[in-house]
């Protein structure tokens, strides 16, 4: 009988150990076959890393672009578009009175938003929209005298900026001359309105002086933001409201008066370092605006040339941004914002990528009502008299 043959080295050991057939649950790995086994696992884990620094937690190079609760971005979408309304004008008697605020709580929103009143402001802003739509700011139109009289009040305005300069001072954020410019401005208020009013409407003021003066910032805050530029389209609105600005009026009360109130309020951001009101920051639209955002995206509705992407175009910026109020805007952020577009504006980034302007159009218009008409933060300080009314 031969002997057996002699054994390797590798089978000197067997390897052997239990794999359970049975359901007793498995808690760790076979380090040579890589099988389930019965045995517990180190008590130490392997993720623990007991002499280094735990590893950094995963964040993502970029937030969702919009800044809204999860169930809110869809309820924008499916939102109906805002439809422009006719302005219904006042007859006398008339009952003018100090506005006040009324707005507290979410309640009092959904009260404002099922009302003739919220419902007519907003259609006004859609008109105006309409009203410029395929325009140029520099296209011909019609200009009443009230209009020019608008117009010579905010140059006025923009000229005190030029005669009360910056203090210097440590802070980056509200130079505390803006409030020596604000407090003339509130003194000459009442004036600027006599210049265009007729003798019956002359009693307004008392009505349509605290949207004016609450338009172009907060004294004590040294701050502006949507909610201001959201006062200074109810002050248009009252006095379309008592018949001083007409339909025929609204391409230019869009092209020469909201165009240079808009220069007017980079000034003053410049200028005194304005903070920005309510800012959503980086995921928001804009640090300060809205509106024109609204009516610059309605002037470029069917160009020929000029798209959404078009925003991206270095040449398109400069050549047409004194033409058009959304190119205006995007080559402010530019000038104002360093680093990568994408990253200071993602938001606007993202709309770029949108087929036609009249979407962009329709898009903003909801955006508006959700992100700025339908925000208690927001619309706390809004005004509530006799021409709009609380309902």
């Known amino acids: 009988m031969e002997p057996p043959p002699p054994q390797s080295p590798r089978d000197e050991h067997p390897h052997t150990h239990s794999h359970s057939s049975t359901s007793i649950p498995t808690t760790g790995t076979c380090c040579k076959c890589g099988g389930a086994t019965t045995h517990a696992p180190p008590s130490q884990s392997p993720t623990s890393w007991p002499d280094l620094s735990s590893p950094p937690a995963y964040r993502p190079i970029r937030a969702p672009a919009l800044n809204l609760p999860p169930n809110n971005t869809q309820a924008i979408i499916l ?9 219904p004008t006042i007859t006398p008697p008339f009952h003018f009175q100090i506005p006040s605020k009324k707005i ?19 259609g006004f802003i859609v008109a105006l929209s309409e009203s410029i739509r395929g325009r140029k700011i520099s296209d011909p139109c019609h200009e ?17 900026v030029d005669q009360i300069p910056p203090v210097q001072q440590s802070s980056r954020y509200g130079n505390i001359s803006y409030r020596t410019w604000h407090e003339r401005l509130t003194e000459n208020a009442e004036s600027f309105m006599l210049q265009f009013l007729p003798e019956d409407l002359k009693p307004s003021t008392i009505e349509i002086v605290p949207y004016f003066t609450d338009s172009f910032g907060n004294s004590s805050r040294i701050d502006y933001g949507t909610g201001h530029e959201t006062n200074f389209a109810a002050w248009l609105y009252c006095l379309a409201r008592m018949g001083i600005i007409k ?17 007017l309020m980079r000034k003053l951001q410049l200028v005194y370092c304005l903070e920005p009101a309510g800012s959503h920051g980086v995921w928001g639209l804009d640090d300060y605006h809205f509106l024109p955002f609204i009516f610059g995206s309605s002037q470029l509705i069917d160009h020929k040339y000029m798209k959404p992407k078009s925003i991206h175009n270095e040449d398109i910026l400069d050549n047409f941004s004194s033409e058009y109020m959304y190119l205006s805007c995007i080559g402010f952020i530019k000038k104002v914002k360093k680093g990568p577009f994408a990253e ?18 329709s898009g903003m218009l909801k955006m508006y009502k959700a992100e700025v008409l339908e925000k208690v933060p927001i619309m706390q300080h809004f005004l509530f008299g006799w021409l709009i009314k609380w309902e």
């Open 104 to 122: 507290t709580s979410p309640d009092d929103i959904r009260k404002f938003h099922d009302s003739p009143t919220s419902k007519n402001f907003l």
């Open 247 to 263: 339909e025929e009026d609204y391409q230019a009360v869009v092209a020469r008066v909201f165009v240079k109130y808009l220069d």
């Open 144 to 160: 009443s005298a009230t209009v020019s009289n608008i117009v010579s009040i905010i140059e006025n305005l923009s000229l005190w």
């Open 79 to 87: 939102t109906p578009v805002p439809q422009s309304q006719e302005v």
């Open 344 to 361: 200071h504006s993602p938001l606007l980034d993202d709309i770029s990528a949108v087929p036609n302007w009249k979407k962009v159009n």
